[in-house]
Nanobody
């Protein structure tokens, strides 16, 4: 998987949108987005495994994960953002098929990009 590099974070108001990007060096079978705050453990937000998307209940219907195979970029489109979506967002990858959204299942990580949602 090589190095992963996130971008696209920023500050928005409640109800706004952001699109995060993660540059991969090569395609991985399992790719995901996680987020973390000081108060919470790292939480799985969305994954794309064998091209099938999966979302946590907290973001389902608002976030969309996708992958541009021509550019090797993983995206996370975030709409209708809430204050609780604030956090440091990481992209992650694994060579094997990962059927959960647990941090321990992913072997490669980016450095994170900050998302701040204010009311």
């Amino acid at each position: 998987q090589g190095q992963l590099q996130e971008s696209g974070g920023g500050s928005v108001q409640v109800g706004g949108s952001l699109r995060l990007s993660c540059q991969f060096s090569t395609t991985s079978r399992s790719m995901a987005w996680f987020r973390q705050t000081v108060e919470k453990q790292r939480e799985g937000v969305a994954s794309l495994v064998d091209s099938w998307p999966r979302y946590s209940s907290s973001v389902s219907g608002r976030f969309a994960i996708s992958y541009d195979s021509a550019k090797n970029i993983l995206y996370l489109q975030m709409n209708n953002l809430k204050v609780d979506d604030t956090g440091l967002y990481y992209c992650a990858a694994a060579r094997k098929q990962v059927l959960d959204l647990l941090p321990r299942s992913f072997t490669h990580w980016g450095q994170g990009t900050q998302v701040t949602v204010s009311s």
